[in-house]
């Protein structure tokens, strides 16, 4: 487990603001205490810092999981938020998807159209559940 790298940080605060903007700096510094995000395995965990200070103990082989999985990193280094996120996210999102058309299109598009494309699901979580941890 090791601290985000600058690009990492950056790729994943820019996904981070599309939903939340400004908003970050009330994930990092609460008060119930000071948070901070950790890359293990490609996924970015959300914890606290006495979370963190404990985990330090376990070895890295033995560190399955620990705080909230944000996300993840692909291949390519690009930012996947997991469904595990949005309690945190949702008090203060703007709202979760991104919009596929504006909303005068969305007034007379057919039932079929794509009008938001959906960043995770409940279903996508039970199909993954055993691949998060």
Do not use: N, Q, W
């Given at each position: 487990m090791r601290p985000l790298t600058e690009e990492e940080t950056k790729t994943m605060f820019e996904k981070l603001s599309k939903?939340?903007?400004e908003n970050i700096k009330l994930?990092?510094?609460?008060?119930?205490?000071?948070?901070?995000?950790?890359?293990h395995n490609?996924?970015?965990?959300?914890?606290?810092?006495?979370i963190l200070k404990l985990a330090t103990n376990i070895s890295r082989d033995k560190l399955v999981s620990v705080g909230t999985c944000?996300?993840?990193?692909?291949?390519?280094i690009k930012f996947r938020l997991?469904?595990?996120?949005?309690?945190?996210?949702?008090p203060y999102a703007k709202g979760f998807g991104v919009a596929a058309k504006n909303t005068q299109e969305c007034r007379r598009v057919d039932p079929m159209s794509?009008?938001?494309f959906h960043q995770a699901d409940v279903g996508e979580f039970i199909r993954n559940e055993d691949t998060l941890t």
């Open positions: 939903y939340i903007g994930l990092v510094d609460r008060p119930d205490g000071t948070f901070c995000f950790r890359l490609d996924r970015v965990y959300y914890m606290s810092e006495k944000f996300g993840k990193f692909t291949k390519t997991h469904i595990t996120a949005l309690d945190f996210l949702a794509i009008v938001v």
